[in-house]
């Protein structure tokens, strides 16, 4: 089992920015991929955006690119969604979720393991 627990989440007016971390702990080293979800009010979650563990290859949702930097410390076992410009559209629950091998596809997360969620607020 891989538990996840983000933080990092807040309230910002529009244009600014805030950095979300996921640290994630027991077996880590089936981790293939780490990535994040965001759910808005009365939406569908989407996927924003993921790391390969391996070698830090990324892929985002189109509407993030340009704004959102995921990257990865694999010695913290951490992974971090740097958020920035952000728009009161990006208003929602972030979640972390992670995969282990194998990997099937590398544009998305499957989400073997969940974090909580963090609340981020953007106001306009």
């Known amino acids: 089992q891989v538990q996840l627990v983000e933080s990092g989440g807040g309230l910002v007016q529009a244009g600014g920015s805030l950095r979300l971390s996921c640290a994630a702990s027991g077996r880590t080293l089936i981790i293939a991929a780490m990535g994040w979800f965001r759910q808005a009010p009365g939406k569908e979650r989407e996927f924003v955006g993921r790391?390969?563990?391996?070698?830090?290859?990324?892929y985002y949702l189109d509407s993030v690119l340009g704004r959102f930097t995921i990257s990865r410390d694999n010695a913290k076992n951490t992974v971090y969604l740097q958020m920035n410009s952000l728009k009161p559209e990006d208003t929602a629950v972030y979640y972390c979720?992670?995969?282990?091998?194998?990997?099937?596809?590398?544009?998305?997360?499957?989400?073997?393991?969940w974090g909580q969620g963090t609340q981020v607020t953007v106001s306009s």
């Open positions: 790391t390969s563990w391996r070698d830090g290859s990324t």
């Open positions: 979720a992670t995969d282990r091998w194998p990997i099937v596809d590398a544009t998305t997360i499957r989400g073997d393991y």
